[in-house]
């Protein structure tokens, strides 16, 4: 049986598959893009030589659309505070200022672990934190107030200006934001993200993976996109595999990512995120995904989204790097020589040697890149002025390649 990672197979997996997967992939191999009903008959696939033939039409319009290079983004990663205000079934980042791993990353801590990171080649300073611990916790409002800041986007744009200072580009994930906030941030960041995780209300009932936090209400997470949107902030955003939604579900949130890039054109990368099971939260017991449906998954957003960047993250699957390079990725995301991954600390990133090695042998090259996508630096009103100075200094560090 030929090998899946062969885009090339296409034609002989076409042949095998069944007629109305077939005409579907015909259409996406012409360059029409599939609609949302169709991707829902792709994903909801399960015979064997259809999920071959969705994954090996998908890595061939990757190659396609986006050649044969491979990205990702060499990164600190600066947890300013894991005090949050929700409480999602899955997680072991987050804590409650009593929490004997509770933390708030001091200013000079924050300072030292940018000049670390950029002494060991680190380009992005990825701002990743709970959500709106100042509304939850007095304690915390206290240790804000201490450090001279009345809300915690305060205190993160204090933290992007000192990773600015270190040669670091900031990328900040905080949550949800108002249209203020991300104004207030765009001078100091190249770009900015939230994970829709999932467009579906369900997952917010009782007894649902979102029941305890306010701020996953899709609709509040769909404005914040938009507003990004309007804000001409490139943006990065997602789904998360795993956690009780349904395949149309997903289908329907990356149809949701893709409608808003079409308006706005500022979505610099959509992450394919697996959930994985923690032995100390609700969900320790939920099934993860399995490889081939995080695959296909992958492989149903190359078909639905086109030529927008596609991501997984190399650590959360380990053994199935080759296969999200069939599926149809062309990013890996932020690895980091120095910082764990800390919504995912018993996941340890791949080393890049050994990553490019594999991209190598699949016949693509790994190459690192900027928080910000090369396409959105030329772009006018994306980019505040003090940003262009910040990339443009940070090309003369690295020899005037952009990467
Ligand atoms: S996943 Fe994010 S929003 Fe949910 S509890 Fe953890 S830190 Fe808070």
Not at 15 to 30: G, T
Not at 57 to 71: D, Y
Not at 150 to 155: D, E, F, L, V
């Amino acid at each position: 049986m030929p090998c899946i990672v062969d885009g090339s197979m296409a034609p002989e997996y076409l042949r095998r598959a069944r007629p109305d997967v077939r005409a579907l992939l015909d259409q996406a191999l012409e360059g029409i893009r599939i609609r949302e009903a169709d991707a829902c008959i792709l994903i909801e696939a399960d015979a064997p030589d259809d999920v071959s033939a969705i994954l090996a039409v998908a890595g061939h319009l990757r190659s396609r659309l986006k050649g044969t290079v491979v990205t990702y983004s060499p990164k600190v990663f600066l947890p300013v505070t894991n005090l949050c205000r929700d409480r999602c079934s899955y997680c072991t980042f987050r804590s409650d200022p009593d929490d004997p791993h509770a933390w708030t990353m001091r200013p000079e801590e924050i300072r030292g672990c940018c000049r670390s990171g950029r002494a060991q080649g680190c380009i992005e300073a990825l701002m990743c934190l709970g959500d709106k611990p100042e509304r939850a916790f007095r304690a915390y409002r206290e240790t804000l107030q201490a450090l001279g800041h009345a809300t915690t986007i305060g205190y993160v744009h204090q933290a992007c200006e000192i990773a600015l200072d270190e040669g670091l580009l900031p990328h900040t994930n905080a949550g949800v934001m108002s249209r203020e906030e991300m104004t207030g941030l765009k001078p100091v960041n190249v770009s900015m993200g939230l994970m829709l995780e999932n467009i579906s209300p369900r997952l917010r009932r009782k007894g649902e993976a979102h029941f305890h936090a306010p701020d996953k209400d899709p609709q509040r997470r769909l404005q914040m996109l938009r507003e990004a949107g309007e804000l001409q902030i490139p943006f990065t955003t997602g789904i998360l595999l795993g956690i009780g939604e349904t395949r149309a579900e997903r289908v329907a949130s990356l149809a949701a990512i893709r409608d808003l890039h079409t308006c706005y054109g500022h979505i610099q990368e959509v992450i394919i995120q697996n959930f994985r099971a923690k032995p100390t939260t609700k969900m320790a017991g939920a099934p993860e995904p399995e490889s081939l449906d995080i695959a296909q998954t992958i492989a149903v957003a190359r078909l639905l989204l086109g030529d927008m960047n596609i991501q997984a993250p190399p650590n959360l699957s380990p053994y199935d790097h080759r296969l999200f390079l069939a599926a149809g990725i062309n990013d890996w995301g932020g690895i980091s020589p120095l910082t764990p991954d800390y919504v995912n600390p018993e996941a340890p990133w791949p080393h890049v040697s050994a990553l490019a090695d594999t991209c190598a042998q699949e016949g693509f090259q790994l190459e690192a890149r900027l928080p910000i996508y090369t396409e959105y630096i030329g772009r006018p009103g994306f980019l505040e002025p003090s940003m262009h100075v910040a990339i443009s200094q940070h090309a003369a560090i690295r020899g005037g390649a952009l990467c």
